[in-house]
């Protein structure tokens, strides 16, 4: 058995080096964090880009370059490529740019969140209608951060 001085001092280093590792823990928390940021942002972008899809109607097409007549009996999304040079400009009709509808917004969207409990942060890949309890503290309150 050992005696409490010996038990004070080996809990002393026990907890010195639990500080040490949530230290750590929390800077690569942190940078998660801005790396969660940069991607969601990317990932908004992405839909953005995803919203103006082109579609060709049906119809007479001519290569820009040798003339050579197309026929499209349904509206296509992509021309092939000319069959006599391979070209893929073409002449005749222009596209429309067709709406994609967005889903509706979730009541949460993608971001980071803190719990209204302990401040811990959370990352939302995702936006969702019902948030989830915080790991940490099971408390079922998120909020956006204040900033
Ligand atoms: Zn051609
Ligand atoms: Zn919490």
Do not use: W
Not at 47 to 59: K, M, N, R
């Amino acid at each position: 058995m050992p005696s409490a001085q010996e038990r004070a001092k080996q809990l002393a280093q026990e907890m010195r080096k639990a500080v040490k590792e949530a230290k750590e823990a929390e800077a690569r928390a942190k940078r998660l964090g801005e790396e969660v940021m940069q991607a969601l942002a990317e990932a908004k972008a992405e839909a953005e880009s995803l919203a103006d899809v082109v579609e060709y109607p049906p119809g007479r097409y001519e290569c820009k370059s040798c003339r050579q007549p197309l026929l499209f009996m349904e509206p296509t999304r992509e021309l092939t490529p000319c069959e006599n040079c391979g070209g893929t400009e073409f002449v005749g009709h222009e596209p429309r740019v067709l709406k994609v509808t967005p889903p509706p917004p979730k009541k949460y969207p993608a971001g980071m969140y803190e719990c209204a409990g302990c401040g811990s942060r959370v990352a939302l890949a995702e936006g969702v209608d019902k948030l989830t309890p915080c790991d940490i503290c099971g408390i079922a309150v998120l909020r956006a951060p204040q900033s």
